[in-house]
């Protein structure tokens, strides 16, 4: 988990850190009025495209998780959501101007 103290929270939307050890990636974000957070799967690309996040240009990684929600007629049933987000999220943090992408992945990865 980062180190809270030396995060600058007047530029904070998401809270997000990675672990390189096992290649995922947490998200925690207040949804709702409830904080959330989700696991994923992140592996780097080194390429330059669009965040899902931020929608500004940079060098993104891949992340994708499964959802929660499950068919009744299908227990092995499961969605992996996934997309191409800033492999850095203090700039991406910086750059988001409009959230409505990030509480829809949210609600979608946990079944709400």
């Known amino acids: 988990m980062p180190d809270l103290s030396i995060i600058d929270h007047s530029q904070l939307t998401y809270l997000s850190w990675d672990d390189l050890r096992s290649n995922k990636k947490f998200i925690v974000y207040e949804l709702d009025g409830k904080m959330v957070g989700i696991e994923c799967k992140f592996t780097p690309t080194s390429k330059h495209n669009i965040c899902s996040l931020c929608h500004h240009v940079g060098e993104v990684a891949y992340f994708s998780t499964v959802t929660k929600a499950k068919k ?7 969605k992996s959501i996934g997309n191409f987000i800033c492999t ?11 959230v409505s992408y990030l509480t829809t992945f949210l609600r979608d990865s946990l079944g709400m």
């Open 72 to 78: 009744s007629k299908n227990p092995d049933y499961y």
């Open 88 to 98: 850095d999220s203090s700039e991406c943090n910086k750059k988001i101007t409009n």
